[in-house]
């Protein structure tokens, strides 16, 4: 992001008198501060830092509070008026529609506790520059309609929000190149040494600013649904932690009705010796071993290991008469005489008839015609 400047006009140098009297802008003129309010945003945006580190958070807070007081310095000399186009805004004044979307912009890099209500102030500062578009007419239908399919608003068929994605950023890379080319232009307009210098030095910074609000109005409608993506996560933690809550005031509940419920002892039956010196139990008690069981159960496998062994279990199966006795032989196939030629004959027209089968129905045949 570039820093915005230019000629100065009337209301510039009206602006020029009112002079900032907070820590971060003391000593600065309303345009001075945006300015550096601007290359803050840029330094906060190009920092390798955590969002976590202390030098990080100091950069955001000194943005945070030097845009604030600029917004409301610029409301309070009424810049902006329902009655007006965008023609009538110069350009001194038109870089002012930026400090609401800077500063939804960097609201959302400041760490707090209250993460929920960062996300509520962001919201309203970006909500409140792109209505600031809108009463100009800068704020196009297209953009409209895409802001409402991303906060689910309408619905959009998957391929239509691709080839709006796809088209967003076509559009962001486009303005970027845009704006590289009129910084480029307005170095050389500010050296060059011709009469109309002045004049194209201050259309360029006009098409720089109108770039840079188009930038920031893609970037505003993706700040709006991460912060709506967000706060569905905060509201789901939220009842996550009071249904975790519930339910251990359930469960602290049940355990006092069960204390109350028991029989009260004496302490000296619950803390006392147990046994005399003569060896007599005083109070009742249960041998265990637990430490036993828990090295157990540590080092056990994750399987069940088997109780008996194999010939234990034939040996128990055989009790039951699970298994039968006798008959394990084959019988011996009988053989004909030599001199029985009937059953002979028997014997060749069976293996002629086998033979005849198996040739009828070959190997592996079946039901399914050999297929499979």
């Known amino acids: 992001m570039i820093a915005l400047g230019g000629a100065v006009d009337d209301s510039a140098e009206r602006m020029a008198a009112v002079r900032i009297g907070d820590a971060a802008g003391e000593g600065m003129s309303l345009r001075e501060q945006l300015a550096r309010a601007i290359r803050l945003h840029t330094d906060i945006e190009a920092s390798s ?18 845009l604030v007081d600029c917004k409301h310095k610029a409301a309070a000399l009424a810049l902006f008026s329902d009655n007006e ?42 909500r409140s520059f ?14 409209k309609e895409f802001l409402k399919s991303e906060l689910g608003e309408i619905r959009v068929t998957p391929d239509a929000r691709r080839q709006a994605k796809i088209a967003r950023f076509k559009r962001e890379r486009q303005i970027k190149a845009r704006l590289q080319v009129l910084e480029l232009a307005a170095l050389f307009a500010a050296n060059e040494k011709s009469t109309n210098g002045g004049e194209d030095e201050g259309d360029t910074e006009r098409e720089m600013v109108l770039a840079t609000i188009d930038l920031m109005v893609q970037k505003s409608i993706e ?6 993506d967000e ?12 249904a975790q809550a519930a339910a251990g005031r359930g ?4 355990q006092d009705r069960l204390e109350q419920s028991a ?14 010196q003569s060896g007599k139990p005083l109070r009742p008690f249960v041998v265990t071993s637990k430490r036993e069981e828990l090295r157990q159960g540590v080092f056990r496998p994750g399987h069940n290991l088997p109780t008996m062994t194999i010939e234990e279990y034939l040996e128990r199966e055989y009790e039951r008469g699970n298994f039968l006795s006798g008959g394990t032989q084959r019988p011996e196939k009988p053989v004909a005489d030599d001199n029985d030629e009937a059953a002979i004959d028997a014997e060749t027209l069976k293996a002629r008839q086998f033979d005849d089968f198996k040739d009828a129905n070959p190997r592996g045949w079946g039901n399914r015609h050999n297929k499979g």
């Open 130 to 143: 792109l209505d600031l578009l809108d009463q100009y007419e800068m704020f196009s239908k297209a953009d």
């Open 49 to 66: 830092l955590s969002s976590s580190d202390p030098a990080f958070q100091n950069l955001v807070r000194e943005a945070v509070a030097l």
């Open 263 to 276: 029989p009260r002892k004496k302490i000296s039956e619950l803390t006392g010796p147990l046994m005399d």
């Open 231 to 242: 706060k569905e996560m905060l509201e789901m933690a939220r009842k996550h932690r009071e």
């Open 85 to 126: 186009i965008l023609d009538d805004v110069n350009t001194a004044d038109l870089r002012f529609m930026l400090a609401a979307a800077y500063l939804g912009d960097v609201l959302l890099k400041q760490s707090s506790e209250d993460r929920l209500a960062v996300l509520t102030e962001a919201e309203g500062h970006l």
């Open 223 to 228: 700040s709006l649904r991460m912060i709506k």
């Open 251 to 254: 469960a602290g509940a049940s």
